[in-house]
């Protein structure tokens, strides 16, 4: 979506002066204006006059309630940067957007956050709820205020919240599972490595895993799925020895498949033997996991778009509160699948 920011900066002019072009306020040079006006009609620019005469009247906080990110789990990095596009893009309508960035781990950091955050008097927030108990108190505190509540990444239900904006995890699983038959043809034996990270009733996480094992029951195919729990995946040397011993004990195991962006961290607990004979499939292109693909340690990425994710929940609750546009309930990303040979395409400056 070209901005006026976008005009101004290809104009190489203030905003402010598009500004006064796009609303013939005057007070701009004849050659300035003229060449104001040839790049909107190239960029077929126009200005959305509810918008603008809401935004004029109106200031609008959306505030956005999401996990913090590190150097060692650099995901919720994305969806961040993703909200922060979408801020600077509808600034000139009057949005602004707050972020909130809670421990992903940790539920009274979740909550307390939140107590931080509705101290700013949203207009609309975007959660990413992670804790199922937790969401359940801040939805009843945001229903009684009247506020509207978008959920990001993770779709629960049985809430009221005015949209969800993410993957379908389940078609997303069911490709996975998809994708380790294409690798693996014959009846084989995979491993599904899952982290207790994944604290929410109904997360993606656990929509992935049934699809993955959805596709092999649907189709009749007689492969066999187990399931391996890690307490903490951040611990190396504890997941190092639960891996390599489970694989040794079940050496007829052929695939591995990391429902979450954690997959580099099991591939630096794999021996080189392991490695070499086995198909492994996981999600998200953070720069880990992109090294992984590279390095034909891991076969196929399953892409979020988190960057897309946090720019569209943005767009959706701005369309909502200037326009009173009601979104549709569930407003999913396309499912990438990267390859080595792709990931390179795939990646957003």
């Known amino acids: 979506m070209i901005t006026i920011k976008d005009i101004a900066k290809e104009a190489k002019v203030s905003e402010g002066t598009v500004d006064r072009v796009l609303h013939n306020r005057g007070g701009v040079s004849k050659k300035t ?39 060692s789990d650099l995901f919720w990095k994305s969806p961040y940067l993703g909200i922060l596009k979408g801020a600077d893009d509808l600034k000139t309508f009057g949005i602004q957007v707050n972020s909130f960035s809670f421990n992903q781990y940790n539920p009274d950091s979740y909550l307390n956050t939140f107590k931080t955050l509705l101290k700013t008097k949203p207009a609309a927030v975007i959660m990413v ?28 239900k049985g809430f009221n919240n005015t949209a969800f904006v993410g993957q ?60 391996l729990k890690i307490e903490n995946l951040n611990n190396s040397s504890e997941t190092k020895a639960k891996i390599s011993l489970y694989l040794k004990e079940n050496p007829e195991i052929k695939g591995v498949f990391v429902p979450s962006s954690r997959i580099y961290i099991v591939v630096d607990c794999l021996e080189n033997k ?39 929940a943005i767009r959706l609750l701005a369309d909502y509160l200037l326009q009173n546009k009601i979104p549709n309930q569930k407003n999913y990303l396309p499912i990438d699948i990267l390859t ?6 795939n990646e957003r400056k």
């Not at 992109?290 to 340690?297: E, G, K, R, V």
């Open 33 to 71: 204006e003229a060449k104001i006006k040839a790049i909107l009609e190239y960029h077929n620019f126009s200005v959305n006059p509810v918008a603008s005469a809401l935004a004029m009247k109106n200031k609008y906080c959306i505030a956005a309630l999401i996990p913090e990110y590190n150097e």
């Open 129 to 156: 709820p992670n804790f199922s108990k937790e969401t359940k108190k801040i939805v009843s505190e945001l229903e009684a205020l009247n506020i509207p509540y978008l959920f990001l990444n993770i779709d629960i």
């Open 168 to 227: 379908d995890s389940y078609m997303a699983g069911y490709i996975a599972g998809k994708l380790m038959h294409l690798s693996l043809p014959k009846p084989s034996s995979f491993l599904i490595i899952q982290a207790r990270y994944n604290i929410t009733k109904n997360n993606a996480v656990s929509k992935r895993i049934k699809g993955f094992n959805d596709y092999f029951n649907k189709n009749n195919i007689n492969s066999k799925t187990q399931t």
């Open 274 to 312: 392991y490695i070499k004979n086995l198909e492994l499939i996981g999600f998200d292109n953070t720069p880990q996991n992109i090294a992984c693909l590279l390095n034909d340690s891991v076969s196929f990425l399953i892409s979020q778009k988190p960057f897309d994710q946090g720019y569209e």
């Open 340 to 345: 080595k040979e792709n990931v390179k395409y």
